[in-house]
């Protein structure tokens, strides 16, 4: 596998994570992998053989070649049909909304197709340009220019959606809620309804991906061989709530998640 990241322009560092590409030679026993939640809504390009997306152990649709995947609060399964060569940009939990009109939450654990969101007429034209470019700084460069076009200079996230993410951000998904809105505990349930719209999820959700990333990035670069240190370090309240969640979002325990195949690329994403 052949996975790079590109960092974004100044004017959209704020609301872009990354810019990715990953190229995987076809194989005739390629595996299924599992996807795991990242907190982060994806616009992807699909340049070389389809993907199918399974719905359940047997039934599969094949991604859409230009498409958004929003929020997603559970893993699932993709498997390449042949050469996988994908074009992807990583937009911050509170990016993507800036982008769009569409609620957020409208793109909540699905691909949804770019004509949907940016009109048919654009959303060719742009996935043109990105089929016909020779390399990703060109592709990132047709890409910035068509999200520089869409962004308005008056941001459409509200302050307190903003604050709450950067403070899950810092404490790793660990912070409360209501430690977070201390004294502004009354705008709570303005707070719950404009997350899910702009971000797709809610605040807890979101927190508890944040805090799965952490566990993840210690397991990966084998910072500790404990569970109970890596539920620690991660601030879980025990080893036990650790690995419910992990189960959660995963599908197996931390101790299967090492050396798994079908977590190939989901290890590769977060190492």
């Known amino acids: 596998m052949n996975y790079q990241t590109f960092q974004p322009h100044s004017d959209l560092e704020s609301l872009i994570s ?45 991604q859409p070649r230009a ?103 810092a404490a790793n998904g660990s912070a409360s809620i209501s430690t977070i809105l201390k004294e502004n505990l009354s705008k709570r349930r303005q707070l719950e309804r404009n997350f899910k719209k702009q971000i797709g999820v809610s605040p807890k959700q979101l927190g508890k991906v944040i805090r799965l990333q952490t566990a993840l990035k210690l397991l990966l670069n084998k910072k500790t061989e404990s569970l109970t240190d890596v539920a620690y370090e991660s601030e879980y309240f025990d080893q036990a709530h650790f690995i419910k969640d992990f189960k959660e979002f995963t599908g197996i325990n931390p101790k299967k998640f090492l050396g798994n195949e079908n977590m190939a690329l989901s290890t590769l994403f977060y190492k």
């Open 67 to 169: 498409m958004v995947l929003g929020q997603t609060i559970e893993p699932f399964y993709i498997e390449p049909t042949g050469y996988v060569n994908t074009f992807a940009i990583r937009f911050y939990p509170y990016g993507f909304a800036n982008f769009v009109t569409m609620p957020i939450k409208n793109l909540a654990n699905k691909e949804t197709p770019r004509e949907l969101l940016f009109g048919e007429k654009k959303a060719k034209e742009l996935e043109r340009k990105i089929i016909e470019a020779t390399d990703s700084e060109q592709r990132i460069e047709i890409v910035e220019k068509f999200l520089l076009d869409k962004l308005n200079n008056k941001t459409t996230i509200d302050h307190i959606v903003k604050t709450t993410i950067d403070a899950l951000l």
């Open 18 to 62: 990354c810019y990715w590409t990953l190229e995987v030679p076809a194989e005739p026993d390629a595996q299924r992998q599992r996807i795991i939640p990242d907190g982060c809504i994806e616009m992807a390009f699909i340049l070389g053989d389809d993907i199918k997306r399974y719905t359940s152990d047997n039934e599969f649709i094949l």
